[in-house]
């Protein structure tokens, strides 16, 4: 059992240790830019002559902390640092300035606008972005009605939606715009009839219905709620075959055709209502229709042109010209189609949904209340990350609630006029290839505000710049001396680019690495390079090789508590080298004297020799860590109890010869125990109990004073045992009498209960079993009597 807990500890052992790997040695950078891409721990010694013999050139790169205990100056680490900069920060503003009403281009919300950040690899750079709702602010409203035939009753409420809805929108906004659009369905089969008279009235022949169409912007965004009612109450119901609609195609034109809509850079609201459902990217095939749709603006006279050519879109692409364009979707539908439109939200952010009522009169409320949620929350969304760049947000919002992860892009219940405030950090890992500057963009959704971020990636040390191209410390100029060590020319190698990969060959190189032509090359501890042995890293960074021919190292010394030289001195060369006031081959024999040193004050109590800080007692009969624990020796307070009695109390086995053996005792005596000395009234103290002969308790004490004078001072009151209370005993046993008695006489007459119940039982049984004599009485006889005729066929008679 023993020996597999050693195995599992030393497999924790080696997981942990794989674990904690340094990532800037393993990363075994050659040059000062490698080193800090490694990562945000990571520097590099710039110092010429940090490097020991046998010590590879990866060697300078390492943890801050462990390049000063190897010797490097805090002066020659290069370790450059990210930072942020704010280069443009306006303050967020209201609608209203000054008494002045603003533009919507002149009213910020968010703060602040742009920011250039230098980014080392693997250090987040972190910074705020306040959001605060202006009061007032701008909104366009395009409405997106589905006009198949099932959606008739409906058109007839929203006639008169502009008005309406522009008297509810004034307590929200002053400014409010309006459009309307329609759709059906693709004009191609199988989607709606091809015939001729189809194409010209979908619907049945009693029916007025306009021709099928994919697309139209019937009114651009306005501010004339009345032009609004006139020209919705111009249009007419269409038709189709299938129950989907083709929405998603309007969807589309509406988000990329700004131009032609009017859409201005405010709060956009694109209310999109029908009572069925929608195609999607594929649906197309059933009409024969297989190119994917391109996301562009096709409108001509206000009609959708390319319905015919173009695939639907797809859900993913519909998300991101949405997003693109700021738009906020609310699904006006049906309660029949609500749990499918539900779904999409989920997927379109800033998106909402409202049940329609069957004829659409519960309109207005719907979109009051979707814009109501909408704008009462703030998503943050950034564009897309260059590679190797990752970004988080945590979200603090109203009432001090914080949040991280997806939910730290978002704050819900604002009002108007509430600030919030999210901390993005922003972390790159390694450099790009190009190196250059990229700039990325971070926007709420729904609004036309955003913040730019230009990240600048330190790829480089500063000290890269200052290289001195062909210096001759680099073997005649055969390198650059960048940041202490050489980067060798094409054709060289070695630490000082020393030699030439052509020139020389290796087996007279490798005899340069071996101790006395040894067959080890580098002792197996490192490689032969140019003629230098070059020693091997090891998995612990904090070990490591050295020497002409890697023959030493800092982890083969002597250990003490399982620990390198005890933990009080150095490793080098596989020799301890000693810390002050320590000795011993592991360092392990203390020079300090203080741990010997007993309560009055000597070393090891006068009776042994200070060793490595332990005492080493001379008097066998003493032990203990300072030679002061005797097991043998008699107490002091049984040796001093008899004096004690007899100067105290005139009493004890010396009363007779008090004066003439305890004369000498210096004593003094108090009244109670309590008055005697504590324990930590003098450097050393004995407090003794002992009894004398009639069985009472006296107390004292026994101190050695500073100059070695014993002093005893005496309890005056004793502690004797008072006699026994014969009242409670008698009482006592009396009642046990009693109590035995009672409880004798309930046992015997509970078991004679159990007896008389058993031998009723038996003989209840007997009775019951009994059986009765069943023979004829003797003196009985038969009426019955048998007569025979001899003459009549030899048969009987009965008489």
């Not at 008169?160 to 906004?173: D, E, V």
């Not at 030493?552 to 490793?571: A, P, T, V």
């Not at 360092?587 to 009055?600: E, V, W």
């Not at 060793?611 to 005797?630: A, L």
């Amino acid at each position: 059992m023993d020996v597999r807990l050693l195995l599992i500890s030393v497999l924790l052992g080696l997981s942990r240790a794989q674990i904690d790997v340094n990532e800037c040695t393993k990363a075994s950078a050659q040059s000062c830019g490698e080193c800090i891409q490694a990562g945000e721990k990571c520097g590099w010694c710039t110092d010429e002559k940090f490097l020991k013999q046998g010590e590879q050139k990866s060697t300078r790169c390492d943890e801050l902390d462990a390049l000063i205990k190897k010797g490097c100056s805090n002066a020659s680490i290069e370790n450059p640092r990210g930072r942020v900069k704010v280069d443009k920060d306006q303050p967020v503003t209201n609608r209203t300035k000054d008494g002045v009403k603003l533009k919507p281009d002149q009213i910020t919300q968010i703060k602040p606008q742009k920011l250039t950040l230098d980014l080392r690899s693997g250090e987040a750079q972190t910074f705020p972005l306040k959001f605060k709702r202006a009061e007032d602010y701008p909104i366009d409203l395009y409405y997106l009605m589905d006009l198949s035939y099932s959606m008739k009753d409906d058109l007839e409420n929203v006639k008169n939606l502009g008005t309406h809805l522009m008297k509810k929108m004034q307590t929200i906004t002053s400014d409010f715009r309006i459009g309307f659009g329609s759709f059906v369905e693709k004009t191609v089969m199988p989607y709606i009839s091809t015939t001729p008279a189809k194409l010209l009235n979908p619907c049945t022949s009693d029916q007025n219905c306009t021709s099928p169409f994919s697309y139209k912007n019937v009114l651009s965004l306005t501010e004339d709620g009345s032009q609004f009612n006139n020209l919705v109450s111009r249009q007419q119901i269409s038709g189709n075959l299938d129950s989907p609609e083709g929405g998603f195609d309007a969807i589309m034109q509406v988000a990329v055709c700004a131009n032609q809509i009017g859409w201005r850079n405010v709060t956009r609201l694109l209310v999109f209502s029908t009572d069925a459902g929608f195609h999607f990217a594929g649906d197309g095939k059933l009409g024969g229709i297989v190119l994917p749709n391109d996301g562009k603006c096709h409108l001509q006279d206000n009609m959708y042109t390319m319905s015919h050519y173009y695939d639907y879109p797809s859900i993913a692409h519909l998300v991101q010209k949405l997003s693109e364009n700021n738009i906020q979707t609310i699904f006006a539908v049906t309660e029949e189609f609500q749990p499918v439109y539900e779904e999409l939200k989920n997927l379109i952010p800033k998106s909402a949904v409202g049940t329609l009522s069957s004829d659409s009169n519960n309109v207005i409320d719907l979109i009051i209340d979707a814009y109501n949620s909408l704008s009462s929350e703030v998503i943050l969304e950034n564009s897309r990350l260059p590679e190797g760049v990752s970004i988080s947000y945590v979200s603090h919002c109203k009432n001090g609630v914080s949040e991280k992860g997806e939910n730290g892009r978002k704050c819900s219940n604002i009002s108007i006029g509430d600030e919030v405030t999210f901390e993005v950090a922003i972390t790159a890992k390694g450099c790009p290839s190009n190196g250059k500057s990229e700039t990325i963009k971070i926007k709420p959704l729904g609004f036309t505000e955003e913040v730019e971020i230009v990240l600048n990636f330190i790829c480089e040390c500063e000290c890269h710049k200052d290289g001195i191209p062909n210096s001759p410390v680099c073997h005649f100029g055969n390198g650059t001396l960048e940041c202490g060590a050489c980067r060798c020319n094409e054709g060289r190698i070695g630490r000082t680019c020393e030699c030439s990969k052509d020139e020389v060959r290796t087996e007279d190189l490798d005899a340069n690495c071996r101790v006395d032509n040894s067959t080890d090359i580098c002792g197996n501890n490192g490689d032969c390079v140019c003629g230098t042995c070059e020693c091997k890293k090891r998995d612990n960074p904090e070990e490591r090789y050295s020497g002409k021919f890697c023959e030493c190292d800092n982890f083969s010394c002597d250990r003490s508590n399982n620990k390198l030289c005890g933990g009080h001195g150095r490793c080098e060369c596989r020799k301890c080298i000693c810390d002050a006031n320590y000795t011993g081959s592991a360092c392990d024999c203390s020079l300090d004297t203080s741990t010997c040193l007993a309560s009055n004050k000597q070393i090891c109590n006068g009776r042994g020799t200070c060793e490595c800080g332990q005492c080493k007692c001379s008097d066998p009969k003493f032990q203990g860590p300072t030679c002061e624990i005797c097991p043998t020796c008699p107490g002091v307070c049984t040796e001093h109890k008899d004096c004690v009695q007899c100067r105290a109390f005139k009493t004890g086995d010396k009363k007779d010869t008090c004066e003439k053996e305890c004369g000498g005792l210096n004593l003094k005596i108090v009244k109670k125990k309590e008055d005697l000395p504590q324990p930590n009234d003098q450097p050393y103290i004995n407090h003794c109990k002992e009894r004398d002969a009639n069985d009472c308790w006296f107390f004292f004490t026994y101190a050695t004073k500073e100059d070695g004078t014993i002093e005893v001072q005496v309890a005056e009151d004793l502690e004797c045992p008072s006699g026994p209370d014969i009242i409670p005993i008698v009482a006592g046993v009396v009642a046990g009498i009693v109590l035995i008695g009672l409880a004798l006489l309930l046992i015997w007459k509970l078991l004679m209960i159990i007896h008389d119940r058993r031998e009723f039982a038996k003989f209840e049984k007997e009775k019951m079993n009994a059986k009765w004599d069943a023979q004829e009485n003797p003196i009985y006889k038969s009426p019955i009597n048998k007569f025979q005729n001899p003459s009549y066929g030899n048969k009987g008679v009965t008489l």
